[in-house]
Protein backbone atom coordinates (compact mmCIF):
# COMPACT_ATOMS: atom_id res chain seq x y z
CA UNK A 1 0.00 0.00 0.00
CA UNK A 2 1.22 3.56 -1.10
CA UNK A 3 1.28 6.04 1.70
CA UNK A 4 -0.51 8.53 -0.06
CA UNK A 5 -3.81 10.09 0.65
CA UNK A 6 -6.67 9.70 -2.36
CA UNK A 7 -8.39 12.43 -1.47
CA UNK A 8 -6.23 15.19 0.01
CA UNK A 9 -2.84 14.00 -1.83
CA UNK A 10 -0.79 14.00 0.95
CA UNK A 11 2.33 11.53 0.95
CA UNK A 12 5.69 11.23 3.12
CA UNK A 13 7.95 14.29 3.61
CA UNK A 14 11.48 13.95 4.11
CA UNK A 15 14.41 15.60 6.19
CA UNK A 16 16.88 15.16 8.54
CA UNK A 17 17.41 13.97 12.45
CA UNK A 18 19.84 16.19 13.84
CA UNK A 19 21.87 14.63 16.76
CA UNK A 20 23.14 16.40 19.74
CA UNK A 21 26.57 16.67 18.04
CA UNK A 22 24.98 18.00 15.02
CA UNK A 23 24.90 14.96 12.28
CA UNK A 24 22.49 14.72 9.95
CA UNK A 25 20.96 11.54 8.67
CA UNK A 26 17.75 11.62 6.61
CA UNK A 27 14.36 10.48 7.86
CA UNK A 28 10.93 10.62 6.34
CA UNK A 29 7.80 11.76 7.68
CA UNK A 30 4.46 9.61 7.19
CA UNK A 31 0.90 10.59 6.90
CA UNK A 32 -1.47 8.89 9.48
CA UNK A 33 -2.80 6.47 6.58
CA UNK A 34 -5.93 4.11 6.77
CA UNK A 35 -8.03 1.73 4.43
CA UNK A 36 -11.92 2.65 5.01
CA UNK A 37 -14.80 1.22 3.43
CA UNK A 38 -17.84 3.71 2.58
CA UNK A 39 -21.17 2.69 1.02
CA UNK A 40 -22.04 4.89 -2.22
CA UNK A 41 -25.70 5.00 -2.55
CA UNK A 42 -25.78 6.42 -6.23
CA UNK A 43 -23.79 3.48 -7.26
CA UNK A 44 -25.19 0.76 -5.23
CA UNK A 45 -21.46 -0.52 -3.83
CA UNK A 46 -18.94 -0.07 -1.27
CA UNK A 47 -16.05 1.70 -2.42
CA UNK A 48 -12.34 1.26 -0.78
CA UNK A 49 -10.19 4.18 -0.05
CA UNK A 50 -7.15 5.26 1.23
CA UNK A 51 -7.25 8.21 3.55
CA UNK A 52 -5.33 10.14 6.03
CA UNK A 53 -6.63 10.74 9.05
CA UNK A 54 -7.85 14.10 8.40
CA UNK A 55 -9.47 13.22 4.81
CA UNK A 56 -11.84 10.81 7.40
CA UNK A 57 -13.13 13.98 8.98
CA UNK A 58 -13.12 15.67 5.30
CA UNK A 59 -15.45 12.70 4.38
CA UNK A 60 -17.42 13.10 7.41
CA UNK A 61 -18.19 16.64 7.16
CA UNK A 62 -18.83 17.09 3.02
CA UNK A 63 -20.09 13.52 2.31
CA UNK A 64 -19.09 10.13 0.10
CA UNK A 65 -20.67 11.64 -2.73
CA UNK A 66 -18.64 14.65 -3.26
CA UNK A 67 -15.61 12.94 -1.63
CA UNK A 68 -15.67 10.07 -4.76
CA UNK A 69 -16.74 12.99 -6.90
CA UNK A 70 -13.18 14.81 -6.07
CA UNK A 71 -10.74 12.19 -6.05
CA UNK A 72 -12.43 11.35 -9.62
CA UNK A 73 -12.10 14.76 -10.58
CA UNK A 74 -8.11 14.22 -9.72
CA UNK A 75 -8.34 11.08 -12.36
CA UNK A 76 -7.85 8.67 -9.69
CA UNK A 77 -9.76 5.59 -10.24
CA UNK A 78 -12.44 3.80 -7.69
Known amino acids: MSAHCQLTGVM ?7 SHSHRRTRRRWN ?3 QR ?5 PSEGRFVRLTLSAR ?3 TVDRI ?5 VALIRA ?3 RI
Open 12 to 18: PVFGNNV
Open 31 to 33: PNI
Open 36 to 40: RRYWV
Open 55 to 57: AIK
Open 63 to 67: GIEKA
Open 74 to 76: RGE
